[in-house]
């Protein structure tokens, strides 16, 4: 009988070293060890406050963790201590990676910074993720997401004009970081097989949310154009909105296309606005957006949203209902895809969100679950760094790994 060898994740053999808290250099950590990075989340001893935060489960512990700390083994150590700097140099100067999203100056502070480790680690990819990033006048601010979504240009042009700007309900300029957090690290391992050397990867939040601003930037300097709030729709881009059904229920249409919105006008009625020269590109669509809008709108309104998606769908349409988490587990597509992964928290199923890219031939994979807090601390403390049992009770009596 021929056995199948097991599956090779893309970062296997790669040791990471993840510190800091809550979600930026986390989820940084996270993707990484969902497609096979050996990632050592290294916490203080009660723990990433992020284990408290939002809905808990029966032990105490947000759900969200479960999720966050998927694939990572967990070590407890208080980095104010010289016994815990040390144990953690030790782990650093093994690594392969380090993630940290301290305020800048901090990881010097404790004499952890980059440059210590140009010796016993030349190797080293140090992954730095903050608010401002670590040079230039604002390095030492505190760097919310929040508040770097607003400077870094995302809040501006997010929300209806003359109101507040609008935040999504995420923390999106924390996820954003850590994406390119995630690829930086990429870049720098892949770099490191021609010359052997590490380098570090300087992440800011605002800079994150900055890069996804198409042509904000150039459309100023060019035109002097401002981009402005534009509600649901884009500007430029017609037509392109959220509309109200009669069931209440809301749909996105996107029609902008020349030849979809041909389509899209003849299937909610109009064909005179098909047909109309002064709408056959998006230059003339732009001009005539209200009353497009109009009469988009006020088709929506007639019907029920299944119906609406329903003739969209025949007439090859771009269109889609607006979901809460409630649909998209129902969604037959999503379940097709396998977006949802089932793990077990005290013989209890609990679904979290699988992660993509989807790799066809070496996807992730959730090993496990976001475990309990120092659950790893003998495994890396005795077994990896040699601390005697001695040595690991003491440190547990004084509070050093909780």
Known sequence: ?????????????????????????????????????????????????????????????????????????????????????????????????????????????????????????????????????????????????????????????????????????????????????????????????ASDKGQVVDVALYESVFNLLEGVIPEFDGAGVIREPSGSTVTGIVPTNTYRCADRKFVVIGGNGDSIFKRLMVAAGRPDMAENPDMATNAGRVENEAAIDDALDSWCRSLPSDDILSILEDARVPSGPIYSVADMMQDPHFQARGLFQQVEINGKPLKIPAITPRLVETPGETRWPGGDVGSHNQQILQEELGLSAEEFAQLRQDGIIG
């Not at 967990?74 to 301290?102: C, H, P, W, Y």
């Open 1 to 193: 009988m021929s056995h199948t060898a097991p599956r090779r994740l893309p970062l296997e053999g790669v040791r990471v070293v993840e510190l800091g808290q809550l979600l930026a250099g986390p989820f940084t950590g996270t993707l990484l060890a969902y497609f096979g990075a050996d990632v050592v989340k290294v916490e203080p001893p009660g723990g990433d406050p992020i284990r408290g935060w939002r809905k808990l489960d029966d032990d105490g512990t947000s759900f969200w963790w479960r999720s966050l700390g998927r694939n990572k083994k967990s070590v407890t150590l208080d980095l104010k201590t010289d016994q815990g700097k040390a144990l953690v140099r030790k782990m650093m100067t093994k690594a392969d990676v380090v993630i940290e999203n301290f305020r800048p100056g901090t990881m010097e502070n404790w004499g952890l910074g980059p440059d210590s480790f140009s010796e016993d680690n030349p190797g080293l990819v140090y992954t730095r993720i903050s608010g401002y990033g670590q040079t230039g006048p604002y390095a030492s601010k505190p760097g919310y997401a929040s508040v770097c979504e607003g400077i870094g240009g995302m809040r501006y042009v997010n929300g209806f004009p003359g109101e507040r700007p609008v935040r999504p309900n995420l923390s999106l300029g924390d996820t954003i970081a850590a994406l390119h957090a995630a690829l930086g690290i990429l870049l720098a391992l892949f770099e490191r097989q």
